[in-house]
């Protein structure tokens, strides 16, 4: 530590009021203590942190007002301080505040000149605290992510070895085969290895090679899987090449299927192009899934396949949405039921389970649409599991109004929902109360039918009790 000069000639002689408006500003909490460390005396550096600490600290020893863990760090703080010439040290010890939680204060104690006190001034580490904890849950939910991009990658290695179709994974860019899964390698009569890395249209003839090679460049182009007929190089067969464009880290990549032609055809056209708003639902990162009035899905986009861990729309075609929803029987009648009512329905909140029972926690926003004889709902589902929410703390607030209210069905039990539109019901009246007898407690608790003591219990419990406010008998 190094300190002034020439504090005399910088400073003059501090009078007490000086020196306790000094010590009082530049601290969030300074403490007064005798040799013994009791506290004589208290100052706040804001009103947000005074009304935090609890009035009784005064006459209580330091050690007492701290969590049990710090009380070795208060008496490492007094014992540096009573040392003549020990150089002042900083030690964090938490406090317990009003409310019941823990409040981090960074603490330094010195002596008082020649007196017998001591001071002790703090830095309020709550705002850091939140932060750190920001952090660590910001951290977890990364871990999470992590392991369960490792368990889909698990899952997605099993599944291509194991298939029995000759399936490949191609890069469009160079038309070169990235993976290749052993059925393929059964079905081409070579080893896997040799595949990985080479062009796949040269693994047929002249007219198959620019038949497939058109049919990359059209699925590429337009994003819609398509297929061709292509014969191998050697002669041996003709082979249906079917192709399907996926995403993968920020980029397209094309997954072949190659099946044995029973009959030579012509390569079956593309589809002509999607309007811009329809490409746009299709690649939105949000799940968009179109369905009949019974709930049988009749189009999904990509981003709803991968949350279904499928590899393909067709494989969702004629199946029920009720089948991935997270409350079978439940979330799809209520979502029809609505649509049917209202037309519209915004952030239903459920779930989504995979094909392989995964779950993803969503938000449903759907919409009727009128198609004469064939009208069809139109639902768009978004992915919240990333949301990072703090921790619930054991005093959290209460809902502030009935839309709130409204929020929590289906989230939680109805017996909990009760529970908190009485305690909402009771704070309104109490707050209509105290601003009918202009905050008098005693009018109030008359008014309400209610002894001073219960009201000032539910004051507390609701936090709408003020300091001094029991004992000014108002």
Known sequence: MKLFNAPTEALGRLDTEAATALIATISDIALILDDKGVIRDLAFGNDELASQVDEGWIGQRWSDTVTPETRPKVD?????????????????????ARNGDEMPVRYCAMRLGTGGNLVATGRNLQGIAALQQRLV??????ERDYWRLRQLETRYRLLFRGCGEAVMVLDPNTNKVVEVNPASAKLLGTDARRLVGKAMPNIFDRPG?????????????????????????????????FAAPVRQDNATLLLIRLT?????????????????????????????????????????NAAFVEM????????????????????????LNVLIANLRQHGAVRLFATSIRSEYGSSTEVEISA???????????????????RRVSPAAQPGRSLPRSLEQLTELVGRVPLKEVVRESTDLIERLCIEAALELTGDNRASAA?????????????????????????????
Do not use: C
Request: net charge negative; aromatic share 4%.
């Open 308 to 331: 279904t861990q499928l590899s393909n729309e067709e494989q969702l075609r004629g199946e029920s949405l009720d089948r991935w929803l997270g409350r079978p029987g439940v979330d």
């Open 76 to 96: 490492l703080l007094l014992n540096d301080a009573l040392v003549p010439d020990q150089a002042p040290t900083w030690q964090q010890v938490d406090h317990i």
């Open 260 to 300: 044995v032609a029973a009959n030579p055809t012509q390569a079956r056209p593309l589809a002509e192009p999607k309007s811009r708003l329809a490409q746009v639902m299709e690649q939105a990162p949000d799940g968009v899934v179109i369905t009949s009035p019974d709930g049988s899905i009749l189009s999904a």
């Open 367 to 385: 919409v009727g649409i009128d198609g004469g004889d064939r009208p069809s709902y139109g639902f768009i589902i978004r992915n919240v599991d």
């Open 446 to 474: 008359e008014l309400l039918g209610l002894s001073r003591q219960s009201l000032y219990v539910k004051l507390r419990r609701y936090g709408l009790s003020e300091a001094g406010a029991e004992d000014g008998g108002s």
């Open 209 to 241: 090679a620019e038949a497939v090679q058109s049919l990359f460049a059209g699925v590429r182009s337009s994003g819609r899987a398509a297929e061709a007929r292509a014969r191998l190089s050697d002669g041996s067969g003709e082979l249906t090449v």
């Open 137 to 142: 849950d910001a951290q977890q939910s990364l």
